[in-house]
């Protein structure tokens, strides 16, 4: 599958994508929003990769995103607890560091957004998003997600308890 926009295009992965998703899931740098605690092994990222990327099957998807001019990848969306039944999908987002405060995610969302109501048919997305995290929160909330509650220590990273703010946006 490939969706795209006028500065980014969406794709879904590929088995050559081996090593990109490796060097993400396994940067402890991604970990406190990923709420990794160890590295995947080399088999899990193989399985991961070869897996048939359906929704409907993994109630998940990741898309890759990357450059429309030269096709460089510069980071990842990922669809998750994806229920068709009740219409709703979470969404997380990663933009590698040389390419952030460059509006790619603002464009990745909404397009993503696109996909979302068009084709998975679903009319709300949810995202979690740890309140230190500034930059995602003017992100989310910019594009018209609305704060419904904070999850007060929710999440525990580094010997250190974070709240976490549920944003909902309905379409
Ligand atoms: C959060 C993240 C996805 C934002 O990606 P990005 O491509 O830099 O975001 P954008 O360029 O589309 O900017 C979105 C908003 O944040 C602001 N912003 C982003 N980086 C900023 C920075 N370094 N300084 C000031 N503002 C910044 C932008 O100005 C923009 O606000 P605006 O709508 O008022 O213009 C990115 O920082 C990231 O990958 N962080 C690590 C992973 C993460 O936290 N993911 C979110 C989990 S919910």
Excluded at 46 to 58: A, L, M
Excluded at 77 to 101: A, Q, S, T
Aim: hydrophobic share 35%.
């Amino acid at each position: 599958m490939i969706y795209r926009g006028k500065h980014i295009y969406l794709r879904t992965i590929t088995p050559d994508d081996f090593n990109l998703i490796k060097q993400w899931e396994n940067n402890p740098g991604n970990w406190k929003v990923s709420s990794t605690t160890h590295p995947f092994t080399d088999e899990q990222i193989f399985d991961f990769v070869n897996s048939n990327q359906d929704i409907y099957e993994h109630e998940q998807l990741r898309l890759i995103i990357c450059l429309t001019d030269n096709n460089k990848v510069i980071g990842n969306v990922d669809l998750f607890n994806f229920e068709p039944l009740h219409k709703r999908v979470g969404i997380g987002i990663l933009i590698d560091e040389p390419h952030r405060n460059k509006g790619y995610a603002k464009q990745a969302i909404l397009l993503t957004e696109e996909y979302c109501k068009l084709i998975l048919n679903i009319n709300k997305i949810f995202c979690n998003i740890l309140e230190d995290n500034t930059y995602s929160i003017k992100l989310f909330t910019t594009l018209g997600y609305k704060k419904i509650c904070t999850k007060p220590k929710w999440h525990f990273y580094n010997n250190q308890w974070f709240d976490e703010g549920f944003y909902l946006k309905r379409f």
